[in-house]
Nanobody, 115 residues
Framework: QVQLVESGGGLVQPGGSLRLSCAASGSIYSISAMGWYRQAPGKQRELVTF???????EYAGSVKGRFTISRDNANNTVWLQMNSLQPDDTAVYYCTANYYGVIYWGKGTLVTVSS
C-alpha cells in the first residue's frame, strides 16, 4: 500500500507560478514511476507528466516547457514546478505512484488560475 498526500495548490494569476508537492508513505521502496494527472471542470482526467525511478521524464504537449517534474527518492517526494500558468491549467492536480503495476492516487489539490 502507498499513501500520497499533495500540497501547494491555490489561486494564482495568469503568468504566475506554483509548486506542487507530493509526499509518499507506506510501501515506498518498490515505487517505480511517479506522476501528476489533472482534471479540469467538465473534462476528463489527463496525464500531465511522470518521472521514473531513474529520473526519465515525459510531459504532455500542453505543459512542455512550462512545467517541470522532479523527484527525491531519499525523501519519497515528487514536485511539480508550474510556470507561466494559464487559465486552461485550472484543475485538480493528482499525484500518482506506480507500485508493482498498480496506480495509487492522492486526493488531489486544486489549482486555480484567474485574474
Amino acid at each position: 500500500q502507498v499513501q500520497l498526500v499533495e500540497s501547494g495548490g491555490g489561486l494564482v494569476q495568469p503568468g504566475g507560478s506554483l509548486r506542487l508537492s507530493c509526499a509518499a508513505s507506506g510501501s515506498i521502496y518498490s515505487i517505480s514511476a511517479m506522476g501528476w494527472y489533472r482534471q479540469a471542470p467538465g473534462k476528463q482526467r489527463e496525464l500531465v507528466t511522470f518521472i521514473t525511478s531513474s529520473g526519465s521524464t515525459e510531459y504532455a504537449g500542453s505543459v512542455k516547457g512550462r512545467f517541470t517534474i522532479s523527484r527525491d527518492n531519499a525523501n519519497n517526494t515528487v514536485w511539480l514546478q508550474m510556470n507561466s500558468l494559464q487559465p486552461d491549467d485550472t484543475a485538480v492536480y493528482y499525484c500518482t505512484a506506480n507500485y508493482y503495476g498498480v496506480i495509487y492516487w492522492g486526493k488531489g489539490t486544486l489549482v486555480t488560475v484567474s485574474s
